[in-house]
Structures are given as C-alpha cells and as structure tokens.
C-alpha cells in the first residue's frame, strides 16, 4: 500500500539525538526548547519537500493515460495522495501551533492537567499536548462517542 509506505515516511523523525539532560536542568530549559523547535522544523521541512513532490507528480502524470481504465486508477491514485496531503497539511498547521507554544515557553504541559508530558514523550510525538494518562483517557472517551 503506497499510503503506508508514504504515512511512514513522512511521520518518522530523522537528523536528530535524544535529549541529554545535565544534572540540575529544569524541565524546558532553554536548551531542551531549542532542541524541539530543531525536531520541528526538521519535521515541518520533510512534510513541506513531499507535499511539494506530490503535486509535480500529478502535474507531470495528469492526462498521461488515453485507456478510461487507465485514467480512473489514476484518479484513484490521486485521490489517495490527496487525502494524504490533506493530512500533511493538518499536521504542518500542527506543527506551527506548536512551535508557537514553545515560543511562549508553554510547551512540554498537558493542556488537560498540566503535569510535564516528558522529553522521551515528546521526542517521540513532538506535538503532543496531552500526557500519556489524559491521552488515553481521551482516546476511550472518542472510541465511545464513535460507537
Ligand atoms: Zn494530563
């Protein structure tokens, strides 16, 4: 599945090393901010090159096809690139809401009970805003509203 495959590459970080806190370092110190806003933008940047990518693709394929079978799994191709750019977008304006949160150094706390969500956390998630116990509370909550 070509989606997966484009869904993990986009979501995986890369070009960066955990976090070492020194000894006395408080919780988003300068440092750990700017280790984040690197992560970031890294990510931001990776997203942006495929979005990119997509389009000079569509535009170089678009009407390449004289076969209707041909044509329509390409519109069916497009469509799911579509729908995955329209995720990549999401996720940029998510990005930027973020970095914006670590600008105004209220990065790092849950939004819902403001305990510190954790570097490790949030280097795999950097735009988490929720800890671990109120995500999950969240994700039970959404599964029953869905059902
Ligand atoms: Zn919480």
Redesign the pocket.
């Known amino acids: 599945m070509p989606t997966n495959e484009n869904q993990q590459k986009s979501s995986s970080l890369r070009g960066f090393e955990p976090y070492v806190t020194s000894k006395g370092e408080e919780y988003m110190s300068e440092n750990m901010r700017k280790h984040f806003t690197f992560i970031l933008n890294n990510w931001k940047q990776a997203l942006m090159q495929e979005v990119d990518r997509t389009v000079d693709h569509m535009k170089d394929e678009a009407a390449n096809f004289p076969d209707p079978a041909d044509r329509a799994s390409q519109e069916e191709e497009f469509s799911l690139e579509l729908r995955a750019r329209d995720r990549e977008r999401k996720l940029i304006k998510k990005i930027d809401k973020t970095l914006q949160l670590i600008e105004d150094e209220e990065y790092g706390w849950?939004e819902?009970?403001?305990?510190e969500i954790g570097v490790k956390r949030l280097e795999a998630r950097p735009t988490a805003d929720?800890?671990i116990?109120?995500k999950t509370l969240a994700e039970i909550k959404e599964k029953q509203v869905g059902k």
């Open positions: 849950c819902s009970c403001g305990v929720l800890c116990d109120c």
